[in-house]
């Protein structure tokens, strides 16, 4: 099983940017589908952005189309992604995932491989 590790994440304004990294060991993620979530306080985890096994294919949720863009280095076995224009409603833990199908964002079949989550604050 890959292990994967969230880093990135911090106290912004709204309006700025970050740029979270899912770096993954144990396995090469050339061969999953990634995914991004996020898991605001008293809210379900919710899909956010997925990437497909070589890149070619991304999908997005409605609150973050244009904002955000995930991406992948299959040779770093890294998956980023970039928040820009942020906003309050966009505060959450954020967490990574592999060998998921992400296509369809308000169903999503998350794989068996989290991350520890990395914290995104954003300050009206």
């Known amino acids: 099983q890959v292990q994967l590790v969230e880093s990135g994440g911090g106290l912004v304004q709204a309006g700025g940017s970050l740029r979270l990294s899912c770096a993954a060991s144990g396995r090469t993620i050339s061969i999953y589908n990634m995914g991004w979530f996020r898991q605001a306080p008293g809210k379900e985890r919710e899909l956010v952005a997925g990437?497909?096994?070589?890149?070619?294919?991304?999908t997005y949720a409605d609150s973050v189309k244009g904002r955000f863009t995930i991406s992948r280095d299959n040779a770093k076995n890294t998956v980023y992604l970039q928040m820009n224009t942020l906003k309050p409603e966009d505060t959450a833990v954020y967490y990574c995932?592999?060998?998921?199908?992400?296509?369809?964002?308000?169903?999503?079949?998350?794989?068996?491989?989290w991350g520890q989550g990395t914290q995104v604050t954003v300050s009206s």
């Open positions: 990437i497909t096994s070589a890149g070619g294919s991304t």
């Open positions: 995932n592999a060998g998921g199908y992400y296509k369809d964002i308000d169903r999503p079949s998350p794989g068996g491989s």
